[in-house]
């Protein structure tokens, strides 16, 4: 199988990264423990393997997969990692409402907020982990269309498409107060301008929401 396909995974250093939120002015420091993070955004061929389904909008196998709500990412993570003999890092309420995650599971799981942009920005320290035409598809470059994962530069660990292609889902929620259950994107996509592809870029969606320039990636704890 072509690797762009498959669970690639890279290994993350520990690290400590501060996220901010542009409505309270507040900003916070996160400690992180050493992770994985899949080193391509889910491909619409592994996609189909794991779940036997084709949600996106455009056809091909090393395209990332879209049209994937935040729930059909979560769902995704349990079947990869009972496939691959890890405990899901998942347990889904009853009643379709709810989701817990289980901190000990060596399964596959969404990366968290601060995961995810400590891996984009890789140990840099600017708005992008290089030019942004060598390394991500957006707007001014993309055509107006999604492209096949690792088409462009990797970030200094090896990490594509950490930034343009398409939105990657993150397991957190967005702002409980305004959002409610609205969970955080980010990376930005293939039809956004440059200003919405960097690394402390934010946006949000409804969990059940599928969009075409939505996708994600997987993370594991390390040690796990």
């Not at 199988?1 to 309270?24: E, F, K």
């Not at 969009?211 to 594991?220: E, H, K, L, M, Q």
């Amino acid at each position: 199988m072509n690797t762009r396909a498959d669970t690639a995974m890279i290994s993350v250093p520990a690290g400590r990264i501060t996220l901010s939120d542009r409505r309270t002015q507040r900003s916070w420091p996160v400690e992180l423990a050493p992770y994985q993070i899949s080193k391509f955004p889910v491909t619409q061929a592994l996609y189909e393997q794991i779940t036997g389904q084709r949600p996106s909008a455009a056809a091909g196998d090393l395209l990332p997969v879209e049209c994937v709500s935040w729930w059909d990412a979560i769902r995704f993570c349990n079947a990869l990692s009972e496939r691959e003999g890890f405990a899901p890092a998942y347990h889904l309420h009853a009643d379709g409402e709810g989701v817990d995650r289980d901190e000990a599971a060596d399964g596959y799981r969404l990366p968290t907020e601060a995961e995810w942009e400590h891996a984009c920005r890789a140990g840099t320290t600017g708005p992008h982990y290089g030019p942004l035409d060598e390394i991500a598809w957006y707007r001014g470059n993309s055509g107006e269309r999604v492209h096949e994962v690792g088409g462009k530069r990797a970030n200094p660990w090896g990490l594509h498409d950490m930034l343009g292609n398409v939105w990657n889902w993150c397991w957190d929620v967005y702002d409980a107060e305004v959002y409610g259950t609205y969970r955080v994107l980010r990376g930005g996509g293939w039809f956004d301008e440059h200003w919405s592809c960097r690394a402390s870029a934010r946006r949000r969606s409804h969990p059940s929401f599928q969009v075409d320039d939505v996708g994600f990636r997987v993370a594991r704890s390390a040690g796990r």
